[in-house]
């Protein structure tokens, strides 16, 4: 595991800004047993639902993140807030988990907080630690037409996962 420096911050600090957070892209983690992969998230949102700062990460059925996030009760989501890891966004947003040992191949260095056995990608700028309180799975029949069309053309939907944000930090 990595040897990095963290501070931690209140969600607060953070959240006026969470609209910048995703369209270049983050590193959603999860593990299952001894199976740690990442992936790229390339949107969800950060908010304020049941009184909780509350983060929800989608995955797409069709990805071995998506069977990985359904046995665990934790995930990770660490963001590159000024444009490192872009090569490794890439490669993790294009390559499955099932053909590549994505973190090895790329030489990731994870750090293990002490909340989770999840770890956070160190290197990267801000990290949230977020526990599992609600998930749900998309229905087509529910989305706009217009939607559906453009995103969905095969139908291959995603889950919504929430989390309950635990704790933020950011790399010092």
Not at 77 to 94: A, H, I, R, W
Not at 141 to 155: T, W
């Amino acid at each position: 595991m990595a040897n990095i420096n963290l501070k931690e911050v209140k969600f607060t600090e953070v959240l006026n800004d969470y609209i910048n957070l995703f369209p270049k892209g983050a590193f959603l983690t999860t593990k299952q047993e001894d199976k740690i992969n990442t992936m790229t998230m390339g949107w969800g949102n950060v908010g304020y639902i049941w009184g909780k700062n509350i983060i929800m990460v989608p995955v797409r059925k069709s990805r071995y993140t998506h069977q990985l996030i359904e046995n665990s009760n934790y995930f990770t989501v660490s963001v590159p807030l000024n444009n490192q890891y872009q090569k490794e966004l890439k490669f993790c947003g294009t390559k499955s988990g099932l053909n590549y040992d994505k973190i090895a191949e790329l030489k990731l260095p994870l750090y293990k907080t002490e909340l989770t056995d999840v770890p956070i990608i160190s290197g990267n700028d801000l990290h949230f630690i977020a526990k599992i309180v609600y998930k749900q799975d998309m229905k087509l029949e529910n989305l706009s037409q217009d939607y559906q069309n453009k995103n969905y053309p095969e139908a291959d939907m995603h889950s919504f996962y929430y989390g309950e944000i635990i704790k933020v930090y950011q790399e010092v």
